[in-house]
């Protein structure tokens, strides 16, 4: 049973167009995350929510909005899609571990999913 | 503010010979630091993790790593690679406070292993 799943796993679309990236965790986690990987691997975050709310908004064009209807899923929903918007994006999910709210939990991540804009 | 260094882009071994995978870090509060593997078209996958405990941290396929905060550096070894490590790693910190969780990559080092 697959703990960060994500859909679909390739989306080919064209500029202009709108499209949706679900996530969906299975762990029972209260944290869970949006980062992008460019074609040169580098993975930047673009949002995390806890427990549903908003907690990091990094720099993103309006464009790009995340929605949690609950803490197991977090979907992503891209406007008006542009060329520089290809590239592979990865959900993934943490918990605090108990012992305090000093500890760090791992973060655990899906299989991507890869966007091409033509 | 956090950030992670990995100082080669790109690490080519022989397949038996020791891997070092090099990063340091930067961060305002005591960080947890991971590593992650990513092999092709996959997603990423922990190696290991340090949050406080044993500065030597033993992590899966035979790779560890230790954090040494007087040099700001949690390097990764393996004493014998094999052809199967041949991916992409990334370094990664985060800081232990109260203000949530707050991952930093490090750009990721491509390790190729030569038969």
């Known amino acids: 049973d697959t703990a960060v799943s994500q859909t679909p796993k390739y989306l080919v679309t064209q500029m202009g167009n709108d499209k949706s990236i679900k996530c969906e965790q299975n762990l029972g986690h209260d944290t869970m995350y949006w980062y992008k990987q460019d074609s040169k691997k580098f993975l930047k975050i673009m949002f995390s929510y806890n427990n549903k709310e908003l907690i990091i908004n990094e720099t993103v064009p309006n464009r790009f909005s995340p929605k949690s209807p609950d803490k197991a899923h977090l979907n992503l929903h891209i406007n008006s899609l542009e060329l520089g918007d290809s590239a592979v994006y990865f959900c993934?999910?943490?918990?605090?571990?108990?012992?305090?709210?000093?500890?760090?939990?791992?973060?655990?991540f899906g299989e991507g999913s890869r966007l091409t804009v033509l | 503010a956090q950030s992670v260094t990995q100082l080669d882009s790109h690490v080519s071994v022989s397949e038996g010979t020791p891997v070092l995978l090099r990063c340091n870090y930067s961060s305002s509060y005591s960080p947890s630091l991971f590593w992650y593997v990513q092999h092709p078209n996959k997603g990423l996958q922990l190696l290991l993790k340090?949050?406080?405990?044993?500065?030597l941290v033993k992590g899966i396929n035979g790779f560890e790593a230790e954090f040494k905060k007087s040099e700001t550096s949690f390097h990764l070894t393996k004493p014998s690679a094999h052809m199967s490590d041949a991916a992409e790693y990334f370094c990664v910190v985060s800081p232990r406070n109260n203000y949530g969780q707050n991952f930093v990559f490090g750009p990721g080092t491509r390790l190729s292993v030569l038969p």
């Open positions: 340090y949050t406080s405990a044993a500065t």
């Open positions: 993934a999910s943490s918990q605090v571990p108990g012992g305090g709210q000093f500890n760090t939990g791992e973060l655990f």
